[in-house]
């Protein structure tokens, strides 16, 4: 049996902190108009009232690495 994919697992408030400043989104604002979410949205998940989507915790997870891989 294979190990789950890391890429496919929820995200922290903290690893969302992380993936936002690691992309240059100082403000929930920033990421909110990027990834098509409202503001308000991305406040629940930053103070962990609600789970960050899988689907978008993989599109940070998936940036970051291509931003890395970039340089």
């Not at 409202?38 to 940070?60: D, F, I, N, T, Y």
């Amino acid at each position: 049996m294979t190990a789950p994919d890391p890429r496919l697992a929820s995200m922290s408030p903290d690893e969302l902190r992380s993936h936002m400043r690691a992309l240059g989104y100082k403000t929930q604002n920033e990421l909110a108009a990027a990834i098509g979410v409202s503001r308000s949205a991305v406040s629940l998940w930053l103070e962990g009232k609600v789970g960050v989507p899988r689907p978008v915790a993989m599109l940070l997870r998936m940036l970051v690495a291509a931003q890395r891989r970039a340089f």
